[in-house]
């Protein structure tokens, strides 16, 4: 598998992330083509999980609310990266601009397996 392909399953991924989660989530994605590729980046299916947080939360102006909906398929290191970040910067139950974050309700997503190296949910990609 190329890197174009690799990019265009990745962005794919990212895309399809997000479905499924009623009220939605705060807008952003993993970055450029090689961020999200790293953060799919797995070599085995124990390595992959699923985040609320879709972005690197750098300042207090990226914190986002946190819903209970984790659709996001990323590897453990980016998710764990992310929610300490969250954890350093947020506060819990309210947004960036410090107002109260809606309650929401969630359906539970796919279980994910590592294909060729990459997050993926379960029976998405077969060779």
Not at 27 to 48: F, H, K, P
Not at 99 to 127: K, T, V, W, Y
């Amino acid at each position: 598998m190329g890197p174009r392909f690799r990019s265009l399953v990745a962005a794919g991924l990212i895309a399809l992330a997000g479905v499924g989660c009623k009220g939605g989530l705060a807008n952003g994605d993993a970055g450029d083509e090689a961020g999200a590729a790293s953060a799919l980046a797995c070599t085995a299916a124990t390595d992959c999980t699923r985040s609320e947080i879709d972005h690197e939360i750098l300042s207090a102006a990226d914190c986002i609310c946190l819903l209970g909906c984790p659709f996001h398929i990323m590897n453990k290191t980016t998710a764990n990266r992310r929610m300490a970040q969250y954890q350093a910067l947020c506060t819990p139950g309210r947004n960036a601009q410090g107002q109260p974050c809606p309650i929401d309700d969630c359906a539970q997503p796919a279980l994910l397996e590592c294909s060729q190296n990459m997050c993926i949910p379960a029976g998405l990609l077969r060779e």
